[in-house]
Structure formats: C-alpha cells, structure tokens
C-alpha cells in the first residue's frame, strides 16, 4: 500500500461525500462506502461492522471477504481482533492477524488469505456504533498517518448513519435508538410521569462534513476558537472572585481553550480533509470514549469539561443555539446531563418530569424540582447519548427508574399504577374540606411547606391551613445576584395576598451547606453541613438577614407576621435572633412604617441540643418546628445528602421517638406550640407516629396532606400512643412494623 498523502484523504472524503448523496438503499450505500475506501487506499479488505445490540457486532458490508458471509458474520463484544476494537474503543493495528492474541478465524468470509489487519472504531459522542476494518495479504503495519486517515473516515462514516442515511433495515445498528431501554438512576424526587423526551441541550446537527478547501476551514477554526476564547474570559471576568467553584471550572476551559493538543489534533482532522465542526465532533467523540474508560472522578470531571467546550465551540461554528425550533411535546419530559436552577425554574410547571443523567439529591435544581413537585430521577447514567426528542418515556421518580420506548406490556403496567394513585388522590379530593380528626377526636394541623410563588395555588387545593414552612432561600437560589430588599418586599407581600389570612411561617434564610448562593462568599468547609450555615451567617453577617426582616416587616403592612430561625442550636442564639428582629422592629416604626398586628417568632429545632435547652429558651419562644430532615441526620450522623447511608436509620426507630417525646414534654410543660415540618411528616405511617407520641400540627409538601389525613381519620391515636409505648417497654429496636400491622386494620 503506498503512503498515503493528505491530498488522498481528502480525496477519499470527498468521494465518500458524493457517494453519500446519491439517494439510493442503505445497503447499497454501505457497499460502496467499502468499495471506495478499499480502492482509495490501496488495501485488499475494507469491512463494516456495526451493532446489532449492544454485545453483538455484525458484518454489514465488505468489499474483499465473501459477500455471502454479510449479515451472517456476527462477533460478540470483545472476541476476535473486530470485537477487541469495539470494547477498547481504540485502533488494533498488527502486520500478522493470525498471530495476534485473542485472534478468532472466520472461515465463512475467506479472510484466510489476509495478514495484514487494521481496525479503528466507529463512535459518535461516546456512542459505540460499530467498527471499520482494512485488511491486505501483504504482511504489514499501518503507519501512524494512516491509522489517523482512518478514523477520519470512520468518523465521517458514523456522522452518516447516525443521520439515518444507512437506517431501513433491522440490522442497522441504528436500530439501537428504537428500543425499549430501562435506565436506573436515583430518585431525587418522587412521582410518576409519561410523555415524551424534550433534550435540554439537544445535539448540534452536523450537516457539513468536509471540507472543500482546508485553509478556509482552519481559518473558521481558529476564528471560532478565539470567539470561544473572549466569551470565557468574559464569563470570568462577570463570576469575579466570588465563587471559587465557578472559577475553577472556567480557568479549566480557559486552559483547554488554549491548549495546543487539541488545536492541533482539530487542525490536522482538517487538514485530512473534515470540516472544521467534523473536526471539532471528532476530538469531542474520541474524549467521550476515554470518558467512559477513566475512573478518577477529578480526571472524569475535566473531561466533561472538555466536552461541554467542545460543544460550545460547535455552537459558535454551526450558529445552532438551544433553540432548534422543534415544538416542545405537550408532555415534555426534560431530559438533561444536568441543569441549573433557574433554567429549570424557567420552565416551571410546564414539566411532567425530569431525568438527569448527573445532578446531586441535594443541588438546587433538585429543590426547585422538589418544591415544584416535578418527579424527578438523577444519576441516569447515558440518557443524553440513548434518549432523543419525541422519544416515549416513563419516569418512575418513587422507584428511581427510567423507560425510554417502552413497549406496550411496560406502559400499559406503568399506567394502571398511576391510575390506581390517581384514583387515591380523587378520594383525598373528597377530604380536602374535612378535617384531620382522628377517631379518638384529636385534630391535627396540616399545613403545607412551600418555597416559591407558584406553591401558593396548593394551598387551597390541598386543604392546607396554612403555610407551616416557607423556604425563603428559594428565592436566592434561583437568581444569579443578590436580590435586593425591595424584590424581597414584593415576593413576601404577593404571597400573603396569596395565602390569604392563613398563616404563613416565614423561615429566614436558610443557606451554606447544601444550598450555595453563587453570587455570595463561601468558605471551604470541610463539613459544610455542621458548618457555617442557616442562622450562624445570619448572626456573624446580619446584613442580608436584616435586609430580610425588614422586608417581611414591610410586607406584611400590618398583617400578622411569623417569623421562624432556622438550625437554632442553643437558647441564646434565638435571643439573640430575636433581638435583632426586634431592633428591625423599631426602626421600621421609626421610618413610620406600618407594624404587624400580630408577632410570632418561632425557632426550628434541628439539632439535638435544643432539646435541653434551658426552660427560658421554650418559654420565650412563640412556636417550635422540628425540622426532621436535619435533625435526623445530626441525631444518627448519617448525612442526609449521602446515598450509602441517608435511607439508613428509620424515623421510627425507638431511639428518635424517644427523642421527640423530650421535646412533645417540653413544649407541654411550657405550652409552646410545637410542629414537625421535615419529609417524614408527609409519610402517612411516620405522620401517624408523630401524631401518637404528641406533635398536633404537620407541615408537609401539598400532595401528601391527603394521604396523611385520609389515615388519621382512621386511626385512634391513643392506640397508636400506647402501641409505641409498648414497643418501648419490649425493648424493640422500632416502631415500624407494629405500626403497619395497625394500619393494616384500620377500615378504609
Ligand atoms: C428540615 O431540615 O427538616 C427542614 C424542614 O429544612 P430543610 O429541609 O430546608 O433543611
Ligand atoms: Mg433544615
């Protein structure tokens, strides 16, 4: 074979080109991709295999092996030379086939006559599709040049068929996007949804993939680079020295957008003869592929970095922006590798449900999901490469699961299940007026916990009596600079107009930890949950709470106001909260603002200590709200964001019920109102046990207050009282299946 020159390639792409648009059968296309890349390279052998299924490769076209043995050669991933280029996802290169380990002879393609074998493999953005073989009789190894032409080549053929030019019969690897597939993530919010896949970032489209004239196209390449170059250094100059996270990211891509390795590999993938966005797409596949392959999450990382420049770069060269002009589906499931806040927050309620293949059960994304009670699964590992736009798709939030295409038998099993949920919630419907008095005649308070503007509507539909915790953090989490004190004024206003005489229990601002506003100074913590977080910053920084009282002060013009501390650990952190409340207080009457009516300051119990606070502390406090969540994780230490061991101590274990009637006791002795508004409350049976052992008002998420109050009213709570004081004195480990066993008969 002679050495081939960058005039040969670029000739061989454009011949592959003019094949390419030819209108004709898939595998009439096939065949003469392998004809022309045998002839253009001098070689004896060319041979496409692609995927049958994920383990299976099949031999799909060949120019040189028997043309019988096409469609009936098939190669398990990892056997042979064929299936080895296809697990590495790198070239095999070898002068003498036979005698190269794990070589597997096909006798039916008459490949005995060739020596020779070189292989590279046919990807797309990490998406194994098949592999492209030459072989000749001559025993030889391919120089470096050549395998390079190669990949070209395969890259453009991947381009190909991923644009559905070889797609028409079964056989076509394609097929693998039109099959069921089950993907299992993580449940970061629960519920159930069906629609259909809208892709956050959908792909840039490639249409131009080679090059007429390679000094034309190294000159858009680096056009493109440069422009990519300015717009990062001006994000970096607008993220500032405030955000270090942010910063490091963009110091990454501002190295990678400057790093000569890969303008060098763009600029020779053009020289070859590839447009410069092919060129771009190339690298970025061959990235993707090494992703898959590294197992140090910071070099994982990097690489992701690298793949999220390469498509902005692609961005700039094609023009293709977000929009792609495709109509959202009218059950649009987005489907994202992750996303922020305030784009999530953008589309709002418009979503059925949300599939990420990254994300963080504790980012903020997951919160606004949360708090939009939008199902939602992360840690989906490839639903961005598997999924496209339009794709049928069932999230299963409760079980953290994923069906893309499912076939029928999987839908119509997914619809009688929520159906049958749905058919609970019209029941609950019934309720919404009622109240949640148990047999015994307690009533207990339901309340709702909210966070944004677009909760306040569930407070009627629910049946809520009031708002039990307002997230305020929200509203910082979501925006990507400080909101100022008049923003503050009209939120809080909008949502007493909304909520509509029934109260609302403001919680202050409640970040660090999980919840990072970007726009503000965060020190490394090395254990940010026990940190500098909630009402620490408040007291160390009083700015923005302060900015934050008067604005509630302001809106409520009068009305009642309830205001709660988040995270109080000790007796004087709440004086010293409340005191601070209270100068706000007088300034407001000095600038002739109006003063609420009525005044409640109440104090969130998270952690242990507050239990034994001092009486001064329980009788100067006007309410008291259990914020299971945290003090669950701080009772157990067991971290509420880490997936190996937040499902691993139960609400009712003994120990923690135990725990709770400390603070039933107290608040008793001293008549302070006492709530829970942690998830637990929203879980009929744990709702049930924070009812029995003495906690009279729950504040939970809109939809669960039907479910709990459905059960309270059938149960009797002094039973479920002295069932727990049963299980206590049996020294049991945990309240649960006695529980369950009373539930199980209780009349519907
Ligand atoms: C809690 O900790 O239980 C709570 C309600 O607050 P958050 O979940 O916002 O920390
Ligand atoms: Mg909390």
Redesign the pocket.
């Known amino acids: 074979m002679p050495h081939r020159t960058e005039t040969d390639s670029r000739k061989l792409l454009r011949r592959l080109r003019d094949a390419m648009s030819v209108a004709s059968p898939g595998q009439e296309r096939l065949d003469r991709i392998t004809t022309i890349i045998a002839e253009s390279m001098g070689v004896d052998v060319c041979s496409i295999y692609l995927f049958r299924d994920p383990d299976t490769l099949e031999l799909c076209a060949t120019e040189g092996l028997r043309p019988e043995s096409v469609h009936i050669t098939r190669l398990r991933l990892g056997e042979g030379l064929v299936g080895k280029v296809a697990r590495l996802a790198r070239p095999v290169n070898t002068a003498n086939a036979p005698a190269e380990p794990g070589f597997r002879y096909m006798p039916e393609t008459g490949e005995e006559v060739f020596t020779s074998f070189l292989g590279v493999p046919v990807q797309r953005l990490g998406e194994r599709l098949g592999v492209l073989v030459v072989q000749a009789k001559e025993p030889r190894l391919y120089s470096d040049d050549e395998i390079y032409g190669l990949e070209v080549v395969a890259m453009v053929i991947a381009e190909m068929t991923e644009l559905g030019v070889f797609v028409g019969d079964s056989t076509s690897f394609a097929a693998t996007h039109k099959n069921p597939a089950l993907l299992r993530g993580v449940t970061a919010q629960e519920g159930e949804a069906e629609g259909e896949v809208w892709l956050h970032e959908p792909r840039v489209v490639i249409t131009n993939l080679v090059n007429d004239d390679s000094r034309a196209e190294l000159a858009r390449l680096e056009g493109a680079v440069a422009q990519l170059r300015v717009s990062i250094d001006e994000l970096l100059a607008t993220a500032g020295t405030r955000d270090k996270e942010h910063q490091e990211v963009l110091q990454t891509y501002r190295m990678f957008a400057h790093s000569r390795g890969w303008m060098k590999r763009m600029e020779e993938d053009i020289r070859l003869g590839l447009s410069a966005e092919a060129a771009v797409e190339k690298e970025q596949s061959t990235a993707r592929a090494r992703l898959e392959r590294v197992p140090d999450a910071y070099l994982r990382d990097r690489l992701h970095d690298l793949d999220d420049l390469s498509n902005r770069l692609l961005r700039i060269l094609t023009g293709q922006g977000r929009e792609t002009g495709a109509t959202m589906p009218d059950r649009p499931i987005l489907v994202a590798r992750n996303i922020g806040p305030g784009e999530l927050l953008e589309y709002g309620r418009n979503l059925r449900g949300v599939v990420l293949e990254e994300g963080a059960v504790g980012s903020h994304a997951t919160i606004v999901a949360r708090a939009l009670a939008i199902p939602l699964v992360i840690n989906v590992p490839r639903i961005t490469t598997e999924a496209l736009t339009g794709d049928h798709i069932l999230v299963d939030g409760t079980e953290g699961m994923v069906h893309l295409r499912p076939d029928d038998s999987v839908t119509s099993a997914f619809r009688d299940k929520t159906a049958m949920q749905a058919k609970a919630q019209e029941r609950y419907a019934v309720l919404r007026d009622k109240p949640a008095q148990a047999r015994c005649g307690t009533v207990i308070g339901l309340k709702m ?1 909210a966070g944004l503007m677009a909760d306040l509507p569930s407070l009627v539909s629910s049946g809520a009596e009031a708002v039990g ?1 307002f ?1 305020t953090e929200l509203q910082f989490l979501t925006q990507d600079r400080m909101p100022r004190r008049t923003d503050l004024v009209a939120n809080y206003a909008r949502v007493l107009d909304a909520a509509d005489g029934r109260p609302v229990h403001f919680r202050t601002l ?1 970040i660090g930890s999980d919840k990072v506003m970007p726009y503000m100074n965060r020190p490394d913590e090395p254990n940010p949950a026990m940190g500098w977080r909630a009402l620490r910053v408040g007291l160390d920084k009083p700015g923005v709470l302060r900015m934050q009282l008067q604005a509630l002060i302001r809106a409520a013009k009068g009305r009642a106001l309830s205001v709660m501390f ?1 995270l109080v650990a000790t007796g004087a952190e709440f004086t010293e909260a409340r005191s601070m409340l209270m100068r706000e207080i007088d300034r407001e009457a000095r600038l002739g603002h109006s003063l609420p009516e009525r005044l409640e300051v109440g104090a ?1 119990l ?1 952690t242990p200590s507050l239990a034994f606070a001092p009486k001064g502390f329980y009788e100067a406090v006007d309410f008291i709200s259990i ?5 669950k994780q701080f009772f157990f230490a067991a971290d509420r964001e880490n997936e190996l061991v937040r499902r691993r101590y139960d609400t009712l274990n003994v120990s923690f019920l135990t725990f709770l009637q400390v603070v039933v006791d107290r608040c008793h002795e001293t008549d302070t109102a006492l709530s829970f ?3 637990d409350a929203g879980r009929p049976v744990d709702a049930l046990a924070l009812a029995g052992i003495g906690i009279a008002a729950l504040s939970m998420r809109p939809a669960s207050i039907g479910p709990v109050k459905s059960l309270i009213r059938r149960a009797n709570l002094n039973e479920v009282s002295e069932l727990i004081a049963r299980v206590q004195t049996r020294g049991l480990e945990t309240a649960r299946p006695a529980l369950l066993d009373y539930v199980s008969t209780l009349v519907d």
Do not use: H, I
Request: hydrophobic share 20%; with cysteine; aromatic share 0%.
């Open positions: 916990n915790l997230r409640d988040p969130m998270e914020g299971g969540n945290d003090l508004c942690g998830e």
